[in-house]
């Protein structure tokens, strides 16, 4: 048995699972009930045009999306805009071009094929306008944090005030959910921050579900055309399953046995 742990815990090693001498220190994430689990899931339209606001308004001013297109936002399996809606939302950004015939670069407004503006120049100046914290990149956020979009949807609502003893630094915020409970972001949400297109009540809940949803579809934008193909796959294999049982059946039924 001594045996068996000093080999689990190499392995742990070699493939990067910490294991913890203290299972009280682990914080359960908030659970909700996300439309895109499971085999059979799927982006809830609504929740990702919402999510789509609510980085707009609340997130893109310090954190960049730079793996997404304005096309993106009109195409099947995500927010599903309108191609129309895609192209007025392009076009509400500004956009560095150029250069022009005389060498200048200019400003225009976006279109489709535009990435999403980034919020900075570059991430020095992200750095500075930040107190020297980088505002991570969403694009793939979810998928390059442990717990994925449990742990952003609970990050996003786990702000508190400081335990008794604990100091924390000017810019600095206490977080239960963030790695060791201290984060440079400031609380962003609050219960009727923005005001929904489509009327939703814009509770601190409702917009963490609906910004993590929409983070969720960046990272993923085919998950849906996945898991169909995952479906199709599963049924393909119980034919051949059967199939291939009754040809043996049939096979060995033809050799007789030896008493």
């Not at 659970?31 to 499971?38: A, I, V, Y």
């Not at 335990?163 to 962003?188: E, F, H, R, T, W």
């Not at 969720?216 to 796959?233: D, V």
């Amino acid at each position: 048995m001594k045996n068996f742990f000093g080999i689990l815990f190499l392995l742990s090693l070699l493939i990067g699972i910490p294991i913890s001498s203290n299972s009280a220190e682990k914080v359960e994430y908030l659970k909700t009930d996300w439309s895109f689990k499971g085999l059979f899931g799927k982006f809830d339209r609504g929740s990702l045009q919402r999510g789509y606001q609510v980085y707009t308004e609340v997130c893109s001013s310090c954190h960049s999306m730079k793996y997404l297109s304005y096309r993106n936002l009109a195409e099947k399996g995500g927010p599903e805009f309108t191609t129309q809606q895609a192209k007025t939302i392009a076009a509400s950004f500004e956009v560095v071009d150029g250069p022009n015939a005389d060498g200048e670069m200019f400003t225009r407004p976006g279109k489709l094929s535009d990435k999403f503006v980034m919020p900075y120049e570059n991430v020095k100046a992200a750095q500075a306008a930040n107190g020297g914290a980088y505002p991570p990149d969403m694009s793939v956020l979810v998928k390059a944090r442990a717990g994925g979009v449990d742990y952003i949807y609970s990050l996003l609502q786990g702000y508190e005030d400081p335990p008794a003893g604990m100091n924390l630094d000017d810019g600095v915020y206490y977080n239960k959910y963030m790695y060791g409970n201290k984060i440079k972001m400031s609380n962003q949400l609050s219960d009727g921050l923005i005001e929904y297109a489509d009327g939703t009540n814009s509770t601190v809940e409702q917009m963490s579900k609906d910004v993590t949803t929409f983070l969720m579809w960046a990272a993923e934008p085919h998950l849906e055309s996945r898991h169909q193909m995952g479906f199709k796959a599963i049924i393909y294999l119980i034919i051949l399953t059967i199939l291939v049982y009754f040809s043996m059946k049939r096979i060995w039924s033809r050799i007789e046995t030896k008493v």
